[in-house]
C-alpha cells in the first residue's frame, strides 16, 4: 500500500510511519522543514498539497498534522488534504480530537455533534466538517491524550513539572481517556484497511484526571509520583474548562483487532 503520512516528523505520524513499513508499505510523509528525509509540505498551501498528492499517488493518506493554535492548518489545511486525497482517489484517515467536545459526565458516543469551547476544539471540528463534506468516506478518528516515551507532548509535560524544568501544575480535575501512540496508530491503518468510513472514537478505556496521568508517567519513570504538582482548575485562576471528555471507544474495540490498552497497562504500572 502507497501511503502519504501528513506529519510523520510528529509522534504519531511517525508511529504510523514505522508500523506501514514494518508492514511492508511503501511509506511517503512530510514535515514542514523537510528533516528525516520526508518532503517538506505546508497543508495551508493548497497548491503544495495538490502537488506533492499528485507526485505520490497514495492510495491512503493519513493526516496527523496539527498546531493547537492554528486555524489554518486543523481547519483548512485539513480541507485542503481532504480534497487532495479526493483527488487522486486515495483513501483518507483524518486524526481529530477529544476537544471538538465541551464535557459533561457522560461518555461522548462516536457521533455526538461537537460542542467545542476552545479555539483549537473549534479549530478541528471545522476540519472534521470540512473532511466528511468532501470525503464521507473518510475515517475521522477522535482520540484523546496521546502517551508513549518521551516523544509524546504529555509525557513530556509530565516529566517536567516533576523534574522542575518546567513551572506549572497538572489538574485534579479533568479527565481524558489516554492512549499508548502504538495502539493508536495500529488502529488508524486497521481502519483504512477495512475501509471504516465516518467518524470514530479510538482512545484507551481508562479514564483519568491529568494528575493522575502524570503520577502514572512519574512511577514508570522511577519518579516519586507525589511530586508531580497538582492542583484544581480553579486553584490555578483558570475559568470554565471542560472537566470531564471521556470518549466511549466500544465501537472500535469491538471492530478491531488492535487492543487498546488503558493507560496503567500501557505505561506499564497496571
Ligand atoms: N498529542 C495529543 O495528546 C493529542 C490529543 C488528541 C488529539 N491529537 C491529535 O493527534 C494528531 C497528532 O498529534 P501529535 O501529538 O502526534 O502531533 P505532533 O507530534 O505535534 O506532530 C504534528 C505534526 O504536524 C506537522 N505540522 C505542523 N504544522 C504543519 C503544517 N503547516 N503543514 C503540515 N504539517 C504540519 C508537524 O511537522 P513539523 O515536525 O515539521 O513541525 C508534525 O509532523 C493531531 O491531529 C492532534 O490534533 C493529539
Known sequence: ????????????????????????????????????????????????????????????????????????????????????????????????????????????????????????????????????????????????LIIGDERSKQVRLALDLTTGRARGALFTDEYRCPIDVSDLAAAILELAAIGYPGLINVAGPQPVSRAELGRLVAARHGLDPAAVPVCTTAEAGLGARPGEILLDSSRAAGLLKTPLRGVGEALGVA
Open 1 to 144: 500500500m502507497r501511503t502519504l503520512i501528513v506529519g510523520a516528523s510528529g509522534h504519531l505520524g511517525g508511529e504510523v510511519a514505522r508500523l506501514a513499513a514494518a508492514a511492508g508499505g511503501e511509506i511517503h510523509g512530510t514535515s514542514t522543514t523537510g528533516a528525516d528525509g520526508w518532503s517538506r509540505l505546508d497543508i495551508t498551501d493548497r497548491e503544495a498539497v495538490h502537488a506533492l498528492v499528485s507526485r505520490v499517488r497514495p492510495q491512503l493518506v493519513v493526516n496527523t498534522a496539527y498546531r493547537a493554535d492554528s486555524w489554518a492548518i486543523c481547519a483548512d489545511g485539513a480541507a485542503y488534504v481532504a480534497l487532495a486525497a479526493a483527488g487522486a482517489g486515495a483513501r483518507l484517515v483524518h486524526v481529530s480530537t477529544d476537544a471538538v467536545h465541551g464535557g459533561r459526565p457522560e461518555p461522548y458516543p462516536d457521533d455526538a455533534a461537537p460542542t467545542p469551547v476552545y479555539r483549537y476544539g473549534a479549530a478541528k471540528a471545522a476540519g472534521e466538517t470540512a473532511v466528511a463534506a468532501i470525503d464521507p468516506a473518510a475515517a475521522v478518528v477522535r482520540t484523546s
